[in-house]
């Protein structure tokens, strides 16, 4: 059985991929539109993808785990409604499956077909 701690610690750990990915994302679709609209000429590379994937996991991790930062955050949602946490979740998840939509649409789209 897990101990309380180790389950905010998992759920901090989960909270920093999620939002490293989702933040990836959503950087490197505005590029991808960016280049192919012909705005700018250039574009990451894999070498540059990885590495701005490693730095959102660096950042995020000083933003939340760093001396136990999730816990603080944790404290300021303890005594949230069950209404205003279900209001919370699903903008959430909208806001990762418009990431997500606007991801695909990117790779989807021509430049000169619509």
């Known amino acids: 059985m897990h ?20 933040l990836w994302m959503n950087i490197f679709s505005i590029v991808a539109l960016l280049r192919k609209t012909d705005i700018i000429s250039a574009f990451f590379n894999r070498t540059n993808s990885i590495a701005l994937g490693i730095v959102l996991i660096v ?5 939340l785990m760093h001396n136990k930062k999730y816990t603080t955050i944790v404290d300021l949602f303890k005594d949230e409604s069950n209404t ?22 990117v790779a989807l789209y021509r430049p000169g077909i619509l």
């Open 3 to 22: 101990s309380r701690g180790e389950d905010l610690a998992l759920g901090a750990f989960l909270a920093i991929i999620t939002t490293s990915v989702v």
């Open 59 to 63: 950042l995020d991790y000083f933003l």
């Open 84 to 105: 205003r946490r279900s209001i919370g979740s699903i903008l959430v998840l909208v806001y990762i499956i418009l990431s997500l939509t606007f991801f695909i649409c």
